[in-house]
Every structure is written in structure tokens, then in C-alpha cells.
């Protein structure tokens, strides 16, 4: 785990929550801190453990990774932070997107003697277990590659069904390998089709460019052998990043996600319940997971476990009683709104919606993102973690006259 600091620090301290999976904050974006929050900072980056090259103790087995390591992770380095720079009654801020998010809300609650405060932008925290209708995310990616090109959404979801009777063919896990290039050489269909899914909800993420960039190449391809997989194969091509130059499927940075959505991080899968994009989930879904992540990764899957540890179920109500201090923010364009939380929940646990905004974008805007309107956003999240700053220089101040 590495500390990058970026300025010095004589108040506080902020914490952005960094996962190379996800990506990180920019050093443009932290100088902004600065000014907007009229005190020196120091901007620690956090590296999940598993991603990147943070493998704890040179340990290999992945039996390490999970949020709660992780957090505690977080917990030790921030502890070290303030001892080194003689700042233990500096407030710390936690950030983060996505996932980075989750972590951000989870750890305030679990380390509130730490944490002042979080700032969580874009965490589906509710979209576990049956906290919401599982098909309401699903369906709204779906609409957004169907606004794009109907052709395409009608190719995608033909090819799962073309992934699975290809696999079920002589050596047909080994052609599917060498026609999409993959990593490491397929051992079960469903490898396949979660990489997929994957693409089409970090597309549908970001909006309707990248969503385009997939529809097009899938438009323009032609079929060959009958089937459009070649189709599905040039979507992928066409918005992989540059660092995948030899395989695309599956890659060795992908590892530490796929372990995680086998043992806790599991979204579930209700597209059979309407007309989605995706291949509907079998009634017998838990099972087949279960199959193949032992064999995988010798893990069961533990699909409560999330809501057991953190909470979910009645959210609003646990959260009003004894939580405090957390901004969620959500893009209203990002599919994955449907599982934040939009609605305040009490005076200090606020939701910031960003109208026309896309998954993250209060932390990490993209180039189409309206400037004014997330200038005018993120004023209000930092003039809401200003007002938690003061009192909390308040609350010293009297416990130690």
C-alpha cells in the first residue's frame, strides 16, 4: 500500500480512496481542494489490497481479499498518517467512487474514531442482497444500448445464448478462447458472459459515447460462421483500453474483482423478471454460481454476507439512528443510481444528485461533463464537509477547556 502526499498538512486531512481498477483522483482535481477549502491538506492515496500491486506480505492467496481487510487496511495507514505527521487530532475526509464509494460510506461507519466524514460518489450500497428490485439496473443499461441502436441491442442479447452453444461444442471453450483472445484459456461459458456484462455496465456507465463506440463496431461488423460473436468480439476491441495488446478477456488485473463477486461482493441477477439486455437469470442462478466459483477459486459464494456486515435492509431508518457525517452523491445518466441513495436521510447524511451526470462524475468528470454544473455540485458537497470540519473544531475546542 503506497502514500503519495501531495501538499503539507497543518488541519487536516483528506483521503481520497484509490483502486487502479477504478481509477483515482488526478492531481488536478486535488489542487482544487485547496482553495475551496481554505486549508492546507494532505491527499493520501489509497491502494486497495489485490489491485495494482499492493499483494499484502507477498502472500498469493487470494484468501486476503475482501472489503473488511481491506478497510482495516485503510484503518492502520491513516493511524500511521497522523503519528508520522503529528496530526492526531487532524479530521480525515475518506473519497471515493464506485466501489471506492462503498468503501468510503462503509469505513465511516465502521471507523468513525477515524473518520470525520465521507464523501461517497456513485456507491450502489443498496443493490445487495433484495434491498431493491433487482432487474431496475439492468433495465435501465439496457435502455440506454437501446436508444443507441436496437440492431445492436438485439445482437447482444442473441449471443449469449450463441456463447453457450458454442461452448457446448468439441474443444468449444478453446475456439471461444482463441476468438475473443483471452487471457487464459476459458474453463466455463459463464467466464465469458461475465466479462460481457461487465463491459456493457462500465459502458452504460459512462454514457452514451462509449455505449456508441460498442454499438458501432457491432453494427458494421459482419457475421461470420453464422453467429455474431465476431460482432460481440470487435465491441470488445474497439474499447479496450491500450495496456491490452496480446489478450483482452479476462485479464490478470481483472483477478482480484472476479474473487471478489464470487465470495462478496455479489450483485444479484434478476433480468428474467423484464426485457432486458442481458441473459435472463436462471431460477437454479445461486447454484451454477456456486459450481463454478469452487471450481475457480475454491470459494463459495456468501451472498448475504455484505448486508450482514454493513447493513442494507432498512437503510434509511439504521442510518438515522446512528450514522452521521456522509455524502451520498449519484449521477441521475448512471444506471447504477438505482441502487445509491437518493433521498437525505437525516441532517448530516445528505444525497447529492447531479441531474444529467454519469456514474462518478463529481470526482472524476470525463470531457462531456457540463464544467458550471459540477463546479456548482461540488460546492455544495464541500460546503456540507466545511459545515462537519467546524463543528468538529467546535467539539475540541470545549472538551479540552
Not at 481554505?38 to 499484502?56: D, F, M, T
Amino acid at each position: 500500500m503506497r502514500t503519495i502526499t501531495v501538499s503539507s498538512t497543518r488541519r487536516w486531512v483528506v483521503v481520497p480512496y484509490y483502486c487502479k481498477l477504478f481509477g483515482g483522483l488526478t492531481r488536478s482535481h486535488t489542487r482544487r481542494l485547496s482553495p475551496i477549502f481554505k486549508y492546507y491538506i494532505v491527499v493520501a492515496l489509497l491502494q486497495h489490497r489485490y489491485y495494482g500491486e499492493s499483494i499484502p506480505f507477498e502472500v498469493k492467496s487470494l484468501g486476503y481479499l475482501n472489503s473488511a481487510q481491506a478497510l482495516a487496511d485503510y484503518a492502520e495507514i491513516l493511524i500511521h498518517i497522523k503519528e508520522k505527521n503529528n496530526a492526531l487530532e487532524s479530521p480525515i475526509i475518506v473519497i471515493g467512487g464506485s466501489y471506492g464509494g462503498m468503501l468510503a460510506s462503509w469505513f465511516r461507519l465502521k471507523y468513525p474514531h477515524i473518520a470525520l466524514g465521507a464523501l461517497a460518489s456513485s456507491a450502489p450500497i443498496l443493490y445487495f442482497d433484495d434491498t431493491m428490485r433487482q432487474n431496475k439496473i439492468t433495465s435501465a443499461i439496457s435502455q440506454i444500448f437501446k436508444e443507441v441502436s436496437k440492431t445492436c441491442y438485439e445482437t447482444i442479447k442473441r449471443s449469449w445464448s450463441e456463447i453457450d452453444e458454442a461452448a457446448s461444442t468439441p474443444r468449444g471453450l478453446t475456439k471461444l478462447s482463441n476468438t475473443f483472445q483471452t487471457c487464459r484459456e476459458l474453463r466455463y461459458s459463464s467466464e465469458l458472459k461475465n466479462f460481457l456484462e461487465s463491459l456493457y455496465m462500465k459502458a452504460a456507465q459512462t454514457g452514451q459515447p462509449v455505449v456508441k463506440d460498442i454499438c458501432e463496431s457491432i453494427d458494421k461488423t459482419p457475421n461470420e460462421d453464422g453467429t455474431d460473436l465476431n460482432k460481440i468480439f470487435a465491441a470488445v476491441v474497439a474499447v479496450s483500453s491500450d495496456d491490452h495488446t496480446h489478450c483482452y478477456v479476462n485479464p490478470p488485473s481483472a483477478l482480484a474483482l472476479e474473487w471478489q463477486r464470487c465470495s462478496e461482493i455479489m450483485m444479484p441477477k434478476g433480468q428474467g423478471r423484464s426485457e432486458t439486455l442481458f441473459e435472463p437469470a436462471p431460477p437454479n442462478q445461486m447454484e451454477i454460481m456456486t459450481k463454478d466459483c469452487q471450481s475457480l477459486y475454491s470459494v463459495t459464494p456468501r451472498p448475504h454476507w455484505l448486508t450482514t456486515y454493513y447493513g442494507g435492509h432498512n437503510m434509511k431508518l439504521i442510518l438515522k439512528s446512528f450514522g452521521s457525517n456522509i455524502i451520498f452523491s449519484n449521477g441521475l445518466k448512471d444506471p447504477f443510481s438505482h441502487g445509491g441513495v437518493l433521498e437525505d436521510i437525516s441532517t448530516t447524511i445528505h444525497a447529492v444528485k447531479i441531474e444529467e451526470g454519469g456514474h462518478c462524475e463529481d470526482i472524476f468528470p470525463n470531457d462531456d461533463a457540463n464544467s458550471q454544473r459540477l463546479a456548482l455540485v461540488t460546492r455544495d458537497e464541500y460546503k456540507i464537509i466545511q459545515e462537519w470540519i467546524t463543528q468538529y473544531d467546535t467539539d475540541r475546542k470545549s472538551s479540552s477547556d
